[in-house]
């Protein structure tokens, strides 16, 4: 099973990019999901996160700018990311709970990261 992580790019302050984290594989579903990020010198901190049922949660410096979503035929997750700020540059992780059909449980995983740069 892997996450791919991909989506990400240069920008300038104000723009947006979308964010796709895809799992491939034998797996049944995807269970919590979420995107965290770490900047340069900094501690991975989480960004947003979705539920298997739907609901989120997010970060306080990213709330009413980014949306969490899921497309569970596709075992894909998003991150939706609007008026970028400067701020907002760093490495970006997708990480999943993942469950399998011959497996009780979910299991976790991580994607590889995608860097995202916001600069004029």
């Known amino acids: 099973v892997q996450l791919q992580a991909s989506g990400g790019g240069l920008v300038e302050p104000g723009g947006s990019l979308r964010l796709s984290c895809a799992a491939s594989?034998?797996?049944?579903?995807?269970?919590?999901a979420a995107w965290y990020r770490q900047a340069p010198g900094k501690q991975r901190e989480l960004v947003a996160r979705?539920?298997?049922?739907?609901?989120?949660n997010y970060a306080d410096s990213v709330k009413d700018r980014f949306t969490i979503s899921r497309d569970n035929a596709k075992n894909t997750v998003y991150l939706q990311m609007n008026s970028l700020k400067p701020e907002d540059t760093a490495v970006y992780y997708c990480?999943?709970?993942?469950?399998?059909?011959?497996?009780?449980?979910?299991?976790?995983?991580w994607g590889q990261g995608t860097q995202v740069t916001v600069s004029s």
């Open positions: 594989g034998s797996i049944l579903s995807i269970n919590t």
């Open positions: 979705i539920f298997s049922e739907g609901s989120t």
């Open positions: 990480n999943a709970f993942i469950r399998f059909p011959t497996k009780s449980g979910s299991f976790d995983y």
